[in-house]
């Protein structure tokens, strides 16, 4: 099967475990019917049967939804066909996830679940909201390189969440920008009609840009209980699929990206929505140790910060998470055979 995925990448999960749900391949197969298209031309390459859509409980692997984005990316007559599809999605699409969305408190709550939960519908990107004052940014990271489908997934994607976020707000959820980090095209027209507002292309970051405030609007279907049980089911999802991911690449990720103060094992597993007796179970799975991972980010945030800063060693030891400057030169000493001097003198 012709594969979409960039081999410099390692994706979080394997690509050739069953991790999608159908639901969002049916909504593509729907889109091609009405355009008068053979559904089953959607499916071509993945070895995959119209029939195996059928099942709203089948998985299909990340390497055969990856194939029917750039399927559908050649066959529809949409230029912005990803856009259409995420119009269609409804909360219940996304099953137990939906639902623990639909009963959040607000809507900050709700964009809090999709993002800690958002591998339950696939890795194709991390969700991240970042919050500056007044302005909240939903960001989708570490976006998988699927050329030529990429921008079909970033379509469905971005406008899936937005759909979700008017529906969950009865239509209160307004941008203010959308950030794409691709070229603009002759589909201009279709973004700023669905979304709205001013849409930027060949940005650094994918982010819906919106007033803070919004966070706080509550949602009609609010019902702590049901939240909670809803999230449980989700977790399990998760352990679930976690037997699958590449657990030592996503807490390597997880501590690079966290200051600190965030960079124990209780702080990563909460991350990864899992116990930590759960993690570590996964990561002696993988052959590796929470501590093996965290010096080994160490190490490399400690090289890098004696080569390209003029931190002082106790600055650096700081920002590496030792309380005593004296714990990071024996620790660098052990990762290198040198100090932190000598080798700064030595690579400046």
Same mark, same amino acid.
């Given at each position: ?12 999960? *394997? ?15 729907e $889109?091609?019917a ?8 959607l499916?071509?390459g993945?070895? =995959? ?7 709203? +409980? ?6 055969? &939804? ?19 599809s ?6 219940? !699409?996304? /099953? ?6 639909? *009963?959040?408190a ?15 519908? /696939? ?6 909201? #970042? ?25 469905e994607?971005?406008?899936? %969440?937005?759909n979700?976020?008017?529906? =969950?707000?009865?239509?209160?959820f ?9 070229? +603009? ?12 507002? &001013? ?5 650094? !970051? ?10 706080n609007?509550?949602l ?5 209980e049901? #939240?909670?049980?809803?999230? +449980? ?5 998760l352990?679930?699929? /976690? ?11 997880? $501590?690079?990206?966290?200051?600190c ?12 929505c ?6 570590r ?16 980010? #160490? ?7 004696? &080569?390209?800063?003029? =931190?002082?060693?106790?600055?650096? +030891? ?6 005593e400057? *004296?714990?990071?030169?024996?620790a660098f000493? &052990? ?11 030595? %690579?400046?």
């Open positions: 099967m012709e594969s979409y995925i960039n081999p410099a990448i390692t994706p979080r999960f *394997s690509l050739d475990i069953p991790v999608e749900p159908v639901i969002y391949s049916r909504i593509f197969l $889109i091609l009405e355009e008068g298209i053979e559904p089953a031309r499916l071509q993945t070895d =995959l049967t119209v029939a195996d859509l059928a099942d709203p +409980a089948n998985l299909i692997t990340v390497t055969q &939804q990856i194939r029917i984005y750039a399927n559908i990316a050649s066959q529809s007559k949409h230029p912005a066909v990803g856009l259409l995420g119009q269609r999605f409804m909360p219940h !699409h996304h /099953g137990v996830w939906g639902y623990a969305m639909q *009963s959040a607000n809507l900050g709550q709700a964009i809090r679940i999709f993002n800690q939960y958002f591998d339950v519908a /696939g890795p194709i990107a991390r969700q991240v909201l #970042q919050i500056d004052g007044k302005v909240a940014r939903w960001q989708s990271l570490d976006v998988l390189p699927i050329e030529p489908a990429r921008r079909v997934g970033v379509e994607m971005l406008s899936g %969440n937005f979700l976020c008017k529906q =969950l707000t009865a239509g209160r307004k941008l203010k920008t959308l950030n794409l980090d691709y070229p +603009a095209s002759d589909v201009n027209e279709y973004y700023e009609e669905l979304f709205q507002c &001013q849409v930027l292309f060949e940005q650094d !970051h994918i982010e819906m840009i919106f007033d803070a405030s919004l966070l609007l509550k009609k279907n609010a019902d702590k049901s #939240q909670q049980i809803c999230e +449980a089911r989700c977790r399990e999802l352990d679930k699929l /976690g037997r699958g991911v590449d657990i030592v690449d996503r807490v390597r990720r997880i $501590i690079y990206e966290n200051s103060d965030r960079r124990d094992v209780d702080s990563v597993a909460s991350t990864l899992m116990s930590t007796r759960t993690l179970r996964h990561l002696r799975a993988a052959n590796a140790s929470f501590r093996e991972v965290l010096n080994e980010v #160490q190490e490399a945030l400690a090289l890098d910060y004696l &080569q390209r800063t003029d =931190l002082s060693i106790d600055e650096i +030891a700081f920002l590496l998470g030792y309380s400057s *004296s714990n990071f030169r024996h000493k &052990q990762w290198t055979g040198q100090t932190p001097s000598a080798y700064r003198k030595l %690579n400046s």
